[in-house]
């Protein structure tokens, strides 16, 4: 038995298995850039950096720099009682670098999903009313006040209801809603209108804390709203009083080819949730908003002991110098168009690619059956030759390639992890491909 299959074996007999979405039977070592290394010293592309957190690559030396530093001089005292340099320090920045030109303030916490949950609480606080709107192939956590936003997959939520009273969901505009031939004002102004439903049938607007958006839905399959269709909504939340709310957990920091997703569409929310890349990697996560809201609450409202931990936070601004001095949401953009390239092509050349969206370096690419439907399968067999091959790539809701590799990839790592694809792509449409024996059907 290899190193893998060994330290996995003995793992396996006691972690739980509600805690890990297994793919490939693999104990990551270490990492480098956008390289991971394996327990038995085989090193793999990473096209997975926004899920894990690491849109700087592994271990920036910047980041190590500061996290060492940081690590000599105070490793905790706890953010939730006493301030300390680097806590401040990120503090002052993270209200500089949110979007919206107004006066800001930020609430630490540990991960994306207590981020989301803390929105829900400044919005219920500062509205003095009940309900949060948010919307189908929303992820936004696994704590019961996310997990009651999200509407991706029902294994989230199997078993451990009831959820949170108040949570209305509403359809995202995604490309499976839109019809033949559709502009997308008449899209946006179709879906608006079924956005506006509850709202006419049962959901008094001033009864509405939050409405709650993935500007780009990460999870839910790499989709973007329309222009107009986000107007509309935001709009709606001027008119209504209601706070509206970005989740930038998986899509900001650069990923999309601007700093937030949000950035695309000339709007500044009220309230933005970070975390995941904030700190590379280390538990750290923010809400960040216009001070009005953030002050409806009052201590220990939001307060944990390890959020805006000095390490991480010493570590957030070693992320944000290194996201701005690299250029990373440029170099997003630029590394984007050349893998849209080459999915468009391919897409022109295999039946089985369907749908392919791109925004900056950040990809979801629908793998479809002969019908055009969702095809579990193939994109399976396709992860696990792309695996072999020496790539890390992972699906979304079972059947969307999830393509996020970390910002700074050289553009050598770049062709190599699309000649790992295209030979992959090749193989499958020769019948190449047997599902592997030990795949797990990830149908979320
Ligand atoms: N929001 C979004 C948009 C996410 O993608 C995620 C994680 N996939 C979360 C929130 C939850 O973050 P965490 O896993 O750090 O709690």
């Given at each position: 038995m290899d190193q893998n299959q060994s330290i996995l074996a003995n793992e396996d007999q006691h972690l739980a298995q509600a805690s890990r979405i297994k793919y490939f039977d693999i104990v990551i070592d270490h990492g480098q850039g956008a390289t991971v290394t394996d327990a038995d010293g085989k090193t793999y592309l990473d096209l997975l950096a926004s899920a894990s957190a690491t849109n700087t690559g592994h271990s920036h030396p910047k980041v190590v720099e500061a996290i060492t530093k940081q690590a000599q001089k105070?490793?905790?005292?706890t953010p939730a009682y006493f301030s300390n340099t680097a806590t401040a320090a990120l503090v002052e920045r993270l209200a500089a670098i949110a979007p919206g030109d107004f006066e800001k303030e930020v609430a630490f916490g540990n991960s994306g999903s207590d981020a989301n949950d803390a929105i829900i609480k400044f919005a219920r606080a500062y509205t003095k009313r009940p309900y949060v709107v948010s919307f189908t192939g929303a992820y936004h956590g696994s704590t019961f006040g996310s997990m009651s936003m999200s509407a991706v997959s029902l294994n989230m939520t199997r078993k451990m209801g009831p959820l949170l009273p108040g949570m209305v969901k509403v359809p995202y505009p995604d490309q499976h809603q839109r019809r033949l031939g559709e502009s997308d004002d008449e899209f946006s102004e179709r879906m608006f209108e079924q956005f506006r439903l509850p709202f006419e049938t049962y959901l008094p607007a001033d009864e509405v804390a939050l409405v709650e958006i993935e500007a780009i839905q990460g999870d839910g399959g790499i989709v973007k709203a329309p222009q107009r269709y986000m107007d509309l909504v935001y709009e709606f939340t001027r008119q209504h009083g209601i706070v509206f709310a970005v989740d930038?957990?998986?899509?900001?920091?650069?990923?999309?080819?601007?700093?937030?997703?949000i950035d695309h569409f000339g709007i500044a929310p009220d309230l933005i949730a970070v975390g995941k890349s904030i700190a590379s990697g280390l538990p750290l996560s923010a809400v960040i908003g216009r001070k009005e809201i953030m002050e409806s609450l009052d201590a220990p409202a939001n307060v944990y002991t390890?959020?805006?931990n000095p390490v991480a936070a010493a570590a957030a601004l070693a992320t944000l110098d290194v996201i701005e001095e690299e250029k990373l949401a440029e170099r997003s953009g630029q590394l984007g168009i050349k893998a849209k390239k080459f999915f468009d092509e391919a897409a022109k050349k295999y039946n089985f690619i369907g749908d392919v969206r791109l925004y900056g370096f950040n990809g979801g690419i629908d793998i479809v059956d002969a019908d055009g439907q969702p095809d579990v399968d193939a994109t399976t067999k396709l992860i696990y030759r792309i695996y072999e091959l020496g790539a890390i790539m992972i699906s979304l809701r079972g059947s969307t390639l999830r393509f996020q590799p970390?910002?700074?990839?050289?553009d050598e790592q770049l062709d190599q992890s699309l000649a790992i694809i295209d030979q992959a792509f090749g193989e499958l449409a020769a019948g190449k491909l047997a599902l592997p024996q030990t795949a797990n059907h990830i149908g979320w």
């Open positions: 105070l490793i905790q005292y930038e957990v998986n899509q900001g920091l650069g990923r999309t080819g601007k700093m937030w997703s390890t959020a805006g970390p910002l700074v990839m050289t």
